[in-house]
């Protein structure tokens, strides 16, 4: 029989690597099966074909999806012949013997259970801020096997904290329940309702976009520069910048905008700066960076450099000043028509003890797994906000992620907005209406969503749930609003990977790398905009001329979210000095992770924020 799978698996054109261990296991599918060799081998044409394998080997590392293959087409023959047959599973016995299934359990917020969050090995350590323990071990990831989302054998585990409280790895509140009868639960027990602005919420929907020109482009960059040189200049530390390309023996400060000078990737030979029209005409001249100890660059940054040029071709920087100085700590001098109450009609003014703290859970799409649309790891984040019910529930595009396959082969039978009705807005207002009115539900859009317009800055979702416009509420992309008067800002471009792809950098001598994850965020908050980069990553609808205020800035923000494909963290962020003293400016940067990665589960952030960081406290929870 081996040598008839061998025979047939060669007539159709493919070889086998590990020649003995795949055989004998496609001799035991063959028996299971009840295949011949030719049905064997036909079958696992369809499945190459499926996953879209590369080569044509045959490998062992295959016979584990070609057999969970193989046991699905079984089902759907069982189940042609028999419509009304239940084929049992591992899932049924657990279910049986543990009088309930787990996943059923959690899977409808109107049956809340007592059973407790399961945390990983690392729930003893208190990891701190660069993901080391308190006894200097480095923690090492879970694991780089990704299991389907439905054959999970644990729900979820705390990956890494942050600042938190002894005693509360486990800590469920069950009086957030009342039963009265064995299957009767009373609604849940509401919480303070937490205030909410948004902060001038551009660009508006439904807007026309991407009809900016080049002096749209050009007129951007120059507004940055000026305004970079204006802080400077304002802070009283700087002088009054110069002209860079004048050759010059004596030190010079100038101000201007860091650009390659080809296509390539930026590096240290092929580093100008760009002055503005207005002292320099616009012109570029070469940078010498050999003079710095530390630096971090990356195309249309603006900085301050201090330098001469002695020739008039090249800078020899000898001091850069990559942020701009704190001049004041909150947005004091906004007209008060900029800021939108959306509660005042719904939520008195909450007691003085409240302001300033906030609890959120955040997470960031996509929101199903690539093997179907079934929104399984959004429904177990509702399970779990609906237990420890958060005041503000935040949630980060892509919702209908464009990348997804079944999304870009077109074999939905559902319009977009369809999907993203039914899936998504149902099961929030289902959550919303169960939490009661104290809940509070944010969504931001993605340029990924295939149901909005896609271009960035990127508009809110135009949205009108009835009964609940004071509980679900859309921000756009990026955006910042005001929550118990903490102040947040979010972008879900991934702005901090485009950043990795494109920096330069040059660590101190001293040898102390320091934290690039840090670096990149702060890099946001020293150029006081969302989206520093220019050019724009392949793939960014970048529009110049549509709302630029909605990039910027204008202060520090008490929590940065800023959702990413790398590895997700949360992290004090010191920003500056202010000029009136020493103190640096506090930020918690979070990067929630994904909440579904490939056909596994991913990760979101659970934070409790108090203005004094040392009781603040987060938990990255893998789900």
């Known amino acids: 029989m081996e040598e008839e799978i061998k025979a047939e698996f060669e007539r159709s054109g493919f070889s086998i690597d590990e020649e003995e261990e795949v055989l004998k296991k496609c001799l035991t599918f063959s028996i299971n099966f009840k295949l011949s060799a030719s049905d064997l081998v036909s079958s696992w044409e369809v499945y190459y074909l499926n996953r879209q394998l590369s080569g044509i ?3 062992n590392a295959h016979m584990d999806g070609f057999l969970l293959h193989l046991q699905n087409e079984q089902k759907e023959v069982v189940t042609k012949e028999d419509p009304h047959l239940h084929i049992y599973s591992s899932n049924d016995v657990d279910m049986i013997l543990n009088d309930g299934h787990e996943d059923t359990k959690e899977g409808f917020l109107g049956t809340p259970v007592d059973e407790e969050i399961i945390y990983s090995e690392f729930s003893d350590f208190t990891p701190g801020i660069n993901g080391k323990s308190t006894s200097g071990k480095q923690l090492k990831p879970l694991s780089n096997h990704i299991t389907p989302f439905g054959q ?13 409280p002894p005693g509360l790895e486990n800590s469920i509140k069950e009086d957030n329940f009342e039963s009265l009868e064995d299957d009767v639960i009373r609604r849940v027990r509401q919480s303070e309702k937490c205030s909410l602005q948004i902060h001038l919420s551009q660009p508006e929907p439904g807007c026309r976009f991407m009809y900016d020109r080049i002096e749209d482009r050009f007129n951007s960059l120059e507004d940055r520069i000026i305004k970079y040189t204006n802080a400077l200049v304002a802070s009283g530390l700087y002088e009054e910048p110069m002209d860079p390309t004048v050759a010059s023996q004596k030190s010079v400060f100038s101000v201007g905008m860091v650009c390659c000078d080809g296509e390539g990737r930026l590096n240290e030979k092929s580093i100008l700066l760009q002055g503005s029209v207005e002292h320099s005409g616009g012109q570029r001249v070469r940078l010498d960076l050999q ?34 100085p704190l001049l004041a700590p909150s947005d ?28 959120l859970v955040i997470a960031a799409g996509p929101f199903s797994t690539t093997d179907n649309l079934l929104f399984e790891p959004l429904v177990e984040l509702l399970a779990y906000a609906s237990r420890k019910q958060p005041q503000l529930l935040m949630l980060l595009g892509p919702f209908l992620d464009s990348e997804h396959p079944e999304i870009k082969k077109g074999i939905v039978d559902q319009t977009f907005t369809e999907i993203f009705h039914v899936e ?13 009115s104290a809940a509070r539900v944010i969504l931001v859009p993605s340029i990924r969503d295939a149901n909005h317009d896609f271009v960035f800055p990127q508009p809110a979702f135009d ?7 004071d509980q679900i509420s859309s921000l756009s992309n990026p955006g910042i609003f005001y929550a118990n008067e903490v102040k947040l800002g979010c972008c879900t471009v991934d702005i901090l990977r485009q950043l990795s792809g494109e920096e330069i950098s040059r660590n101190p001598a001293n040898g102390s790398s320091g934290d690039r994850m840090s670096r990149l965020a702060i890099h946001l908050l020293g150029q006081r905009s969302f989206y520093p980069l220019y050019p724009p990553s392949e793939g960014v609808p970048l529009d110049m001329s549509l709302a630029p205020e909605a990039m910027h800035i204008s202060s520090i923000p008490d929590i940065l979210i800023l959702p990413s494909d790398l590895a997700p963290f949360v992290k004090v962020l010191s920003v ?22 490939g056909i596994g589960g991913g990760t979101f952030v659970e934070l409790n924020y108090h203005g004094d960081l040392d009781r603040t406290s987060a938990s990255i929870i893998r789900i």
């Open 424 to 436: 998504i807005l149902r099961r929030l207002q289902d959550y919303a209406e169960f939490m009661g």
């Open 57 to 59: 080997s045959v490998q």
């Open 152 to 164: 999970r054998k644990t729900k979820f585990m705390l990956q890494l904290s942050f600042n938190k």
């Open 463 to 469: 949205i009108h749930p009835s009964n609940l416009k």
């Open 576 to 597: 500056g000095r202010k000029i009136d003293g020493d103190e640096q400016s506090k930020c918690v940067c979070v990067n929630p992770g994904r909440l579904a990665k």
């Open 291 to 324: 003079k710095l100890n530390h630096f971090s660059f990356f195309p249309g940054q603006v900085v301050g450099v201090e330098g001469h040029n002695p020739s008039g071709h090249c800078l020899v920087a000898s001091k850069v000043i990559d942020a701009i």
């Open 332 to 359: 004091m001098g906004l007209p008060p028509a900029k800021k939108q109450a959306l509660d005042q009609e719904f939520q008195p003014s909450p007691p003085s003890t409240m302001l300033g703290d906030l609890s």
